[in-house]
């Protein structure tokens, strides 16, 4: 049964700053790999995939996989107050979403 | 670009009601529809599953009799929560996507309060 964990559970970050996000899993089969935001009173809201091995850069967030160590993880650069939220890592396994318990990151001004 | 849909936002209802809550996929066929509910604590819980041309796979603690799901087609589901309870309490997600491998992608949730 595949398992996911994040990591920190809350995260603080000045204004400017950059959050480090963190999500193992424990099935080395997985092939797919989502990250999650969900602001408050709002549904969650698909942030980046990925798929291979190594980094994935949209803006200013780049995710980072590798399957080897059942690591990814969420790298946001230069912090905006608007990135505070609730993040999801989020692994397909046979057609479902399992889901980390998610990182609280709020970006202090 | 692809949207879903989730009504209501919101309920309010009397221990022991009923609760329906729709979903429509916009802009995209959904083969696979999966309904959450996302606790207080925001944990998601898988309620059940849908795929087009299979039938609904519930998950352990989650029952047809009690959580009734109706996906009659690529662009609509609804669910009901029969007899709620103060257990049953949460914000309730229908996530939809083209195939597995492609992104889920979620309402608003409809959120369940009861008294």
């Known amino acids: 049964q595949q398992k996911v964990q994040q990591s920190p559970e809350s995260l603080i970050v000045p204004e400017g700053g950059m959050a480090s996000l963190n999500c193992t899993f424990s099935?080395?089969?997985?092939?797919y790999f989502w990250w999650y935001r969900q602001h408050s009173g709002e549904g969650p809201k698909a942030l980046m995939?990925?798929?291979s091995n190594g980094d994935k850069k949209e803006g200013r967030f780049t995710a980072h996989l590798n399957k080897a160590s059942l690591h990814v993880s969420l790298h946001i650069k230069d912090s905006q107050p608007s990135d505070s939220a609730l993040y999801f890592c989020?692994?397909?396994?046979?057609?479902?979403?399992?889901w980390g318990s998610g990182t609280k990151l709020i970006i202090k001004p | 670009g692809a949207l879903v849909y989730q009504y209501p936002r919101r309920t309010i209802c009397k221990s022991g009601t009923s609760m329906r809550m729709e979903c429509q996929a916009v802009?995209?066929?959904?083969?696979?529809v999966a309904w959450y509910r996302q606790s207080p604590q925001k944990t998601f819980e898988l309620i059940a599953l849908?795929?087009?041309?299979?039938?609904?796979?519930?998950e352990q603690n989650f029952t047809q009799e009690k959580f009734p799901i109706s996906h009659p087609n690529l662009s609509f589901s609804s669910m009901t929560v029969l007899n709620a309870y103060l257990e049953d309490r949460g914000l309730y997600l229908c996530?939809?996507?083209?195939?597995?491998?492609?992104?889920?992608?979620f309402g608003e949730g409809s959120r369940l309060i009861v008294v």
């Open positions: 996530g939809a996507r083209v195939s597995s491998g492609n992104t889920l992608y």
């Open positions: 802009g995209f066929q959904a083969t696979s």
């Open positions: 849908s795929t087009v041309n299979s039938a609904i796979k519930y």
């Open positions: 099935d080395r089969n997985s092939q």
């Open positions: 995939s990925i798929f």
């Open positions: 989020a692994v397909d396994s046979n057609y479902q979403l399992i």
